[in-house]
């Protein structure tokens, strides 16, 4: 069932924030959960999405108000319009904001049933941090991309 659009709004627990572009949630000291945000500020270059690591107080916020454990962070969320998208379709939405080919690839995405694309990506994330590593500190952007990532509260 898909949640009520803008539903944090009404929840006093998630400070207000600029929700006017897609926000893509992410582990910050994941490598490959960083690594794959670079690559989507390298192509986006229009600046059509927005970033936030799940260490920081208002993803948390959203997090819990999905009931969804951001201490265990077994999916990332991309929020647009209103509405969270995780795991498969997470991955498939964020790919679909991106500029061609990449939306496209997104798009094709959306045919895999979801059942499949949740077992490929919950296999992936159980194994993220063994494969790819993991850093000490939170990813932090450089000046120039920092303004594309929500305020630290």
Known sequence: MQPEKYSYRDD????????????????????????????????????ETRFAVIQDALPRALYKHYDLDADT????????DGVPHLRWRGVCKAARLMPAPWKWLGALGRLVPGVIGDAVYDFVQRNRIGWFGSRDVCFVPDAETKKRFLARL
């Open 12 to 47: 006093p627990n998630v400070p207000p924030f600029d929700d006017s572009k897609p926000l893509i949630i992410f582990d910050g000291v994941c490598v490959l959960c960083a690594s794959g945000v670079q690559f989507m500020m390298k192509h986006d270059r229009q600046g």
């Open 73 to 80: 962070f077994d999916t990332f969320m991309v929020l647009a």
